[in-house]
């Protein structure tokens, strides 16, 4: 089956340390996207690539880094400077340029501090 | 910048009721408008999507109808039933980017 496979479902991390969240799909998708969620509330865009080796900022980029050297993986890594990284990441991909097709999302993972 | 509130944010009915979650949009210049469902602690799933230029989609008992000059768009849910529970998001398209509502959590009632 294709999907979008995220890990690991849960993550915690320390003070002054660098996390990874990574997303890997099988779905042919040229287009990534990771959001964050918190509680109660609706997702919002950190990064996204439309194609490998490029990537923009979204709305909340800060704190945040991501690279696309794969078509298949775009991993996340919440780093340091991130200040109040507590919330639930969600990974998506869709096909570049079609305004018919949904993006598809992975079961996110949860961060929090230790 | 484009923004999407979703009312109400919370909704609960006893089971076999019709209902309609909205979604209201500032920005008209959208390709599409999408309906995902959320369940506690999992990712979105997509239930509908409707183009810019159509009027709306249907997917069982779920119809989803979009007026882009108001910036509204209503799902409808028929004969609720319990597995029906979850968050409904929406969210709009404006060229690869999706900007997300809030959400409405729904609870239907056995």
């Known amino acids: 089956d294709g999907g979008i496979t995220q890990s690991p479902k849960y993550l915690f991390r320390k003070e002054g340390q660098n996390v990874t969240l990574s997303c890997e799909q099988n779905l042919n998708h040229d287009a990534m996207y990771w959001y964050r969620q918190d509680p109660g509330q609706g997702l919002r865009l950190i990064y996204y690539s439309q194609i490998v080796n490029d990537f923009q900022k979204g709305d909340i980029a800060e704190g945040y880094s991501v690279s696309r050297e794969k078509k298949e993986s775009f991993p996340l890594t919440v780093t340091s400077a991130q200040k109040n990284p507590t919330a639930f990441y969600l990974c998506a991909s869709s096909i570049f340029g079609s305004s018919n097709q949904p993006q598809h999302f992975g079961d996110g993972t949860r961060l929090s501090i230790l | 910048k484009q923004e999407v509130t979703q009312i109400p944010a919370a909704l609960s009915v006893p089971e076999g009721e019709n209902l309609v979650l909205n979604c209201s949009f500032t920005d008209s210049a959208i390709y599409n408008l999408q309906w995902f469902r959320q369940d506690p602690g999992k990712g979105l799933t997509s239930l509908l999507l409707?183009?810019?230029?159509?009027r709306e989609q249907t997917s069982g008992r779920l119809n989803a109808s979009l007026d882009k000059s108001s910036g509204r768009s209503t799902l409808y849910i028929a004969a609720s039933q319990p597995g029906d529970s979850a968050t409904y998001l929406c969210?709009?398209?404006?060229?690869?980017?999706?900007?997300f509502g809030g959400g409405t959590r729904l609870m239907v009632k056995p």
């Open positions: 969210a709009v398209d404006a060229g690869n980017m999706l900007t």
């Open positions: 409707i183009q810019s230029s159509q």
